[in-house]
């Protein structure tokens, strides 16, 4: 009996260290990953694992930095432009402990933007990782991990229409984040919008390329989207070498959106 309990408890550690993607919605949708173009994939991995704590996946030619809430993806292609050129301003983190964060980045060599109180009063840093990746993190001394994905940001001119049509598209409803009243929520992340005076570029080929939600049956979700007159890039598609189904869409900012069924179990 003791035996049996010992390796029930270990199963059900392995099976939560593992499932890093957030519980999805009624819906069936949580959030997936941003995928990062870089000129430096490996320096990117180190990166990600030594100062974000997380944990490199590698299927066929799919690379992957698992993290809670979300999935970093790399692919090895010099970007054409950094974030802060297209519509996807930056991502942004939840960290435990600032000042440990930013002693071992700064420590590292890397760039650190600049430190200020944010829009939930709480302390705040934006860095900027190799290629251009614009990242912002947030202190938040609860947390019961050391770090966690937070939020993603867009910046352009017409955002309030853009949030409009992601609340209509993906079911979901406008919830103030601190100060800033044009936000939503997916499961496992907050998704803003912010007005930009200059103007900003669609996302794909650049540092990132597109962002992801993940779905229990993306086939039922993207029958939904072709009732809505939903042009597809990509349509619905199973890859088993990957274990992922995928399809692609582009918002009418010009955000590349990858839609994934599979991603929880990396």
């Known amino acids: 009996m003791k035996l049996l309990s010992s390796l029930l408890f270990l199963l059900l550690l392995s099976s939560s260290a593992s499932a890093q993607l957030a519980t999805p919605n009624p819906a069936g949708l949580t959030y997936g990953h941003v995928h990062l173009n870089v000129s430096d994939i490996e320096l990117h991995k180190q990166i990600w694992v030594d100062h974000f704590n997380g944990v490199v996946v590698e299927k066929g030619p799919l690379t992957a930095i698992r993290l809670p809430n979300m999935l970093v993806a790399l692919t090895a292609r010099e970007p054409t432009t950094g974030m802060r050129s297209t519509v996807l301003d930056h991502f942004g983190f939840k960290v435990r402990n600032m000042d440990a964060f930013l002693d071992k980045w700064r ?61 209509d598209i993906f079911s979901l409803e406008i919830k103030p984040r601190g100060s800033i009243k044009t936000t939503t929520n997916a499961p496992g992340m907050n998704i803003s919008f912010g007005n930009s005076t200059t103007p900003r570029i669609a996302t794909r080929g650049a540092a990132l390329d597109h962002i992801g939600f993940e779905f229990d049956d993306l086939e039922a979700f993207c029958k939904e989207l072709e009732a809505k007159g939903i042009v597809f890039d990509v349509p619905f598609r199973d890859i088993p070498s990957i274990g992922l189904k995928i399809a692609f869409i582009t918002d009418p900012a010009g955000t590349y959106i990858e839609l994934t069924e599979g991603y929880d179990e990396f």
Not at 113 to 132: C, H, K, W
Not at 145 to 165: K, P, R, S, T, V
């Open 107 to 167: 420590s590292a060599g890397l760039e650190v933007v600049r430190v200020f109180i944010g829009a939930e009063s709480q302390t705040n840093a934006y860095i900027m990782l190799p290629d251009g990746v614009y990242v912002e993190m947030q202190e938040d001394q609860g947390l019961s991990q050391e770090i966690m994905g937070y939020h993603i940001h867009f910046n352009l001119a017409e955002y309030e229409e853009l949030l409009d049509w992601y609340t």
